[in-house]
């Protein structure tokens, strides 16, 4: 079955500083990967996906991710991180039958 | 807006009683799929239907059933709810095979 897994809970960063929010994947066959993020009540919001293609994936509000193939990666990366990127971010991978399974996110907290 | 619609945003029951939560999906979309968010379980893939017929089962509890309709609005059905069914309801819409994921703000089910 595909999984992902986010094994930090949360991750701090000071604002203008590099964040990094780990994912790692496990699949059989090709891995269609995505990264959303949720602010409090809201819905989840997309930031890029991973098809085929170029590893390095740019995406919404200044987002990219790296897909590593031979350590089963796709971290989520932004090179200066501002107090509003504070939320709840998931990576996903799509499964065989097209839903998408989500890892249990990672809370980003960016502090001024 | 994202064009996927769910109604009602906000819910509260009581145990035993059953709830209906709609989905209209984005224009031109055929797929629906929904998803449970707890605090303890995260995002939980639920069901999927693609164009009227269910295409994949996740998590969902033999208590809870769901449809699309032929205008392709779908329905999730929970019954006989307990305080465990308290959660974060969202429905997501896609054309099957372009890779994009669109979801609704949701349906929060408080049940007392």
């Known amino acids: 079955a595909q999984s992902v897994a986010q094994p930090e809970d949360q991750v701090n960063v000071a604002e203008g500083n590099p964040l990094t929010v780990k994912c790692t994947y496990s699949?059989?066959?090709?891995?269609?990967l995505f990264w959303y993020v949720q602010y409090p009540n809201r819905g989840l919001q997309f930031l890029l996906k991973?098809?085929?293609?170029?590893?390095l994936v740019k995406g919404s509000y200044g987002f990219e991710a790296e897909f590593n193939k031979s350590q089963t990666s796709f971290h989520l990366k932004k090179p200066s991180a501002l107090v509003s990127d504070s939320a709840l971010y998931f990576c996903a991978v799509r499964d065989r039958e097209a839903a998408l399974i989500f890892g249990k996110g990672t809370t980003l907290s960016v502090s001024s | 807006d994202s064009g996927v619609t769910q109604t009602p945003k906000h819910l509260i029951t009581a145990t035993g009683q059953r709830v209906t939560l709609r989905c209209s999906p984005r224009?031109?979309?055929?797929?629906v799929y929904w998803y449970q968010q707890s605090l303890d379980q995260g995002l939980q893939f639920l069901i999927q239907?693609?164009?009227?017929?269910?295409?994949a089962k996740g998590n969902i509890l033999e208590r809870f059933s769901a449809q699309q309709f032929p205008d392709l609005h779908s329905e999730l059905n929970l019954s006989s709810l307990e305080l465990g069914d308290s959660a974060l309801y969202f429905c997501?819409?896609?054309?099957?095979?372009?890779?994009?994921?669109?979801f609704g703000s949701g349906t929060r089910l408080t049940v007392v």
């Open positions: 699949v059989s066959g090709n891995p269609y």
């Open positions: 239907y693609y164009n009227g017929e269910e295409r």
């Open positions: 991973y098809i085929t293609g170029d590893n």
């Open positions: 224009s031109g979309d055929l797929s």
């Open positions: 997501a819409s896609s054309v099957v095979d372009n890779y994009g994921y669109t």
